[in-house]
């Protein structure tokens, strides 16, 4: 796993899912992509390898950096276009895959749990799940 932080965009993985993301023709499109890697993630009833929870991760971001007071993206590291504003149906299938990749039966998880920096990690996790909540919880 290639990684060199503990944000979501400190991530190797998600350097495919991000050009996929630049290829396709609108915000709306972006928003299908982001919606079927939170998904796999979710639906994923088996060990999620490391690769595909850290795109769920960055998916979950992405997600988050569009809802009201989110972190903007780092130009760097996201996608050069904007995304359409995510639901609040896609910020709860967000949470549900940042649960997933959390989980015991995670790579991802397990990986940074075996370093000195899994509690941060985990907190950058949580932010991404404060900033993902409805506006009326994050008073």
Known sequence: MGFWGTSPFD???????????DDTADGVERLAAIRE????????????EAPEGEVALFAAALVAAGRPGGQPVDEGY???????????????????ALDRVLAADSEAA???DDSASGPEWRASVD????????????V
């Open 37 to 48: 890697a939170l998904r796999f993630a979710v639906e994923e009833t088996g060990y999620l």
């Open 110 to 112: 397990e990986l940074w």
């Open 78 to 96: 996201g996608p050069t276009e904007a995304i359409a504003e995510p639901s609040q149906e896609l910020a709860d299938l967000a949470v549900r």
């Open 11 to 21: 991530r190797g993985a998600v350097a495919d899912f991000v050009g996929d993301l």
């Open 127 to 138: 932010a991404l799940r404060t900033a993902l909540r409805p506006a009326s919880e994050s």
